[in-house]
């Protein structure tokens, strides 16, 4: 059984494939593989990849001639994995991994069996410059699926034959919705370190389809919050939107928040909603200030999320 199975689900990623195979080729970590399944790509990418793993022993190649979509392409690539390693890392064929990713992640994950998986921070690139800090409190992970992925999909390693597959029903929005399922069953967390790579471009899901992408984000983050948050729905216009246009808005979401200083796991909610404020109102100086003054809030409530 090989430690650690990669999967990767391509389409017409002749621009990319190359730089992200030879991020792979050079991973620190041993006996490893690599599983490709091309969705029926139009242009080069079958033949790249063919040039490409001439003579390995350790890449699954399987180019299929039918586009079903990366819903149904990472299912397969979850069944072609079953039973061959301990872990599964995500890769996307437009992504870049720093070379000791998996040997980092493989570590971290077999000295705390305790959680499910992990991701690692990322920096995006290409149209876009950033580093992505995720937090590190399980708790706080599990709670931030009420909002969005605590993970970044490309970083994640996860142990292996879980049994939970993508849902097949969605046209968008799959790797989201995964990531709520295990973290139903199981702690996430990520590693402090800038790990991998994540290209942003004009031909992404997130790009060409957004309000697609944005209608089934917000059904999984309201059956999520349903799940986590049953005695809270009237928090779900808070967590959906934390924008705030005028005095009236911020003295209710105010009086939301305070009310979840109860217990241990609402202090992480609120520390969560500290931190999704600020970061959807930072351009509004006025607002954060007034809002940091009547929440009493500490800056170390929201450090405390990048604690494990």
């Known amino acids: 059984m090989k430690k ?8 017409n990623a002749e621009q990319y494939i190359e730089q992200c195979l030879r991020s792979l080729f050079v991973q620190t ?40 979509g990366t819903i ?31 040997i980092t992640q493989y570590n971290f994950l077999k000295k705390h069996p ?37 993970v970044g999909f490309p970083t994640f390693m996860q142990k292996n034959n879980i049994g939970i597959l993508f849902d097949e029903t969605l046209d968008s929005g799959e790797d989201y919705a995964y990531i709520s399922e295990l973290a139903k069953s199981g702690s996430i967390t990520n590693i402090k370190r800038f790990l991998t790579y994540y290209r942003v471009h004009a031909k992404q899901e997130s790009t060409l389809n957004y309000q697609r992408q944005k209608k089934v984000h917000d059904k999984v983050s309201r059956e999520t919050c349903n799940f986590h948050l049953k005695d809270k729905e009237n928090l779900y216009q808070y967590i959906t939107n934390p924008v705030i246009s005028d005095s009236c808005c911020l003295s209710k979401f105010v009086k939301q928040i305070n009310h979840l200083n109860y217990n241990k796991d609402d202090a992480i909610l609120a520390s969560i909603f500290d931190y999704r404020f600020l970061s959807y109102n930072k351009r509004n100086i006025k607002f954060v200030m007034r809002y940091f003054l009547h929440r009493n809030v500490r800056m170390l409530s929201i450090i405390g999320l990048y604690i494990r």
Not at 4 to 11: K, N, Q
Not at 73 to 96: G, K, M, P, Q, V
Not at 120 to 135: I, L
């Open 72 to 102: 149904k392409t990472r299912n397969e690539l979850l069944n072609l994995a079953e039973n061959r390693s301990e872990y599964i890392a995500w890769c996307d064929a437009d992504d870049i991994y720093h070379k000791d990713k998996l």
């Open 4 to 11: 650690v199975s990669v999967l990767i689900a391509c389409f």
């Open 114 to 150: 305790d959680y499910l998986g992990c991701g690692t921070w990322y920096k995006k690139f290409d149209s876009v410059n950033k580093k992505v800090f995720k937090f590190l409190n399980a708790k706080a992970n599990t709670l931030f699926t009420c909002f969005g992925s605590p």
């Open 29 to 68: 970590l041993d006996d490893y593989e690599i599983i490709i399944v091309d969705d029926g790509s139009t242009d080069s990418t079958v033949n790249i990849i063919h040039s490409l793993i001439q003579g390995m022993n350790n890449v699954i190649f399987i180019p299929r001639k039918n586009n079903l």
